[in-house]
């Protein structure tokens, strides 16, 4: 199996501040890496696949970068409503993977 | 807008067989394929496995001796199938469609996830 880790697991930020994510695949995936955002009690939500694409009606405030084996998830000004846990999940090879998640708290 | 929703008991025995469908509304079954995906009490998602709406499968391997995934086109609906639950089994599972773009494969739309709990 691909094993996704994270970094880091929990992040403290304020509003505005610039967040960074990031994601490992134990082997290389190119580019088949998405990305999903989940609030406390829903379901997940699709941000980016491609690693890159931004998925549509996501703010463009979320991009994503990387190829190979590392992969970033930037939120460029963090607005109250993405205090969350993200998610990265490669779909290159069965099982499809994901990482452990990132809780992203209000400082 | 295509909806998503799970439904099934939210108790199970241990040793006995976990039954999940996914009804889908808003769209047609036809031309994806869709997936059980699960998360246990405070932790991350792990994928359960697929199946197209021929019916072709594809499982976790970890899983694949006690799952099965069946789909019922004329119903609209996929069903999840666990046999042999223990308390691991404990989990919010959540139905998805996997879309395709190009090569690439992500899951956009989501049931809102019901929880199940293995427990005597």
């Known amino acids: 199996d691909i094993q996704m880790t994270q970094s880091p697991s929990s992040l403290s930020a304020s509003v505005g501040d610039r967040v960074t994510i990031t994601c490992r695949a134990s082997q290389t995936i190119s580019t088949f890496l998405n990305w999903y955002q989940q609030k406390p009690g829903k379901a997940p939500n699709l941000l980016i696949y491609a690693a890159s694409t931004l998925q549509s009606g996501v703010p463009s405030r979320f991009s994503g970068s990387g190829s190979g084996t590392d992969f970033t998830l930037i939120i460029s000004s963090l607005q109250p409503e993405d205090f969350a846990t993200y998610y990265c999940q490669q779909s290159l090879k069965t099982p499809r993977t994901f990482g452990q998640g990132t809780k992203v708290e209000i400082k | 807008q295509v909806q998503l929703q799970e439904s099934g008991p939210g108790l199970v025995k241990p040793s006995e067989t976990l039954s999940l469908t996914c009804t889908v509304s808003?769209?047609?079954?036809?031309?994806?394929?869709w997936s059980w995906i699960r998360q246990p009490p405070g932790k991350g998602l792990e994928w359960i496995g697929c199946i197209h709406y021929s019916g072709s499968t594809d499982y976790d391997p970890s899983l694949k001796s006690r799952v099965t995934i069946s789909v019922d086109t004329s119903k609209n609906q996929f069903s999840l199938t666990l046999s042999s639950v223990t308390a691991a089994d404990t989990a919010v599972y959540y139905c998805a469609r996997r879309s395709r773009s190009g090569t690439y494969y992500f899951f956009d739309y989501w049931g809102q996830g019901t929880l199940v709990t293995v427990s005597s």
């Open positions: 808003g769209g047609s079954i036809s031309s994806y394929y």
